[in-house]
């Protein structure tokens, strides 16, 4: 069987880490697993987990390393026959080391997007809550203004997208995600975009993938995906 390829995607809050996540899976058949959702299927699920996780979650803190790690891990390991790229995880240096203990990463593609961008981003960014659905009121808005697309309620801002919440958001993601750059970085399979639009990035991350994964594995995973 073909080696399985497996990534990180780093980034702060709004840097476009979901939505490149979506092309890479659907453009190099990798499985984008995102701890956000994987949290909330646990939550949904009710599964003993989730339901500790949720405490954390709605008083707006990370979920602690250890509950984190015993949810993702597993999951990562039953992963024997697809590739991956992992978003929102590792979030701290124990999560990144427990990762290490378990695999050995291919890559890990880290956004360096300016602060004044995010900012700009997640100031325009509006939610429908019943289904997660995201849009920006620039670059993805709804066909009507402050109204979901398919089921015609209304969208809702995020308390922490909000400008006072954001700057203290992404100062503490700062502080967090230096050692887990400095560790990929030490390991040599970092690599850093950085600009101020999605669109422009995307083109080198797609070229640095194609020369990375062989082409037979894209097209057996295509194929098991369909
Ligand atoms: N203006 C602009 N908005 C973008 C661009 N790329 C993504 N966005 C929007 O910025 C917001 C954040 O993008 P996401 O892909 O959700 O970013 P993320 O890094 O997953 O964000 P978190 O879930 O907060 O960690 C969304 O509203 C996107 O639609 C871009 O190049 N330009
Ligand atoms: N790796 C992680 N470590 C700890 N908590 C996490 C991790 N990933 C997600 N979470 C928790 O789940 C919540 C939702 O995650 P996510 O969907 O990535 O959205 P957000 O952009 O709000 O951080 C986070 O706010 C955090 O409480």
């Given at each position: 069987m073909s080696k399985l390829f497996r990534a990180v995607i780093l980034g702060p809050p709004g840097s476009g880490k979901g939505t490149i996540s979506e092309r890479v899976a659907s453009s190099f058949g990798l499985q984008h697993l995102s701890s956000g959702d994987f949290l909330r299927e646990n939550i949904a699920a009710k599964t003993e987990a989730g339901v500790l996780a949720k405490a954390y979650i709605e008083k707006g803190a990370l979920v602690p390393d250890d509950l984190m790690t015993r949810l993702i891990i597993p999951r990562l390991e039953q992963m024997t026959r697809h590739s991956w790229l992992l978003d929102?995880?590792?979030?701290t240096l124990a999560q990144a080391k427990a990762l290490n203990s378990i695999c050995e990463l291919d890559m890990v593609i880290s956004l360096n997007i300016p602060l004044e961008t995010l900012k700009d981003r997640l100031r325009h960014r509006w939610i429908h809550p019943a289904s997660g659905r995201v849009y920006n009121m620039r670059f993805n808005p709804p066909?009507?203004?402050?109204?979901?697309?398919?089921?015609g309620e209304p969208l809702i801002q995020h308390e922490e997208d909000k400008p006072e919440a954001l700057v203290a958001r992404l100062r503490h993601y700062k502080d967090m995600a230096k050692p887990i750059i400095d560790l990929y970085r030490a390991k040599g399979i970092l690599h850093m975009f950085s600009d101020t639009e999605t669109d422009r990035i995307w083109p080198h991350i797609s070229s640095l993938l194609s020369s990375k994964i062989p082409t037979d594995l894209t097209d057996a995973q295509r194929a098991t995906n369909h």
């Open positions: 929102g995880f590792p979030r066909q009507v203004q402050g109204v979901d697309d398919i089921s």
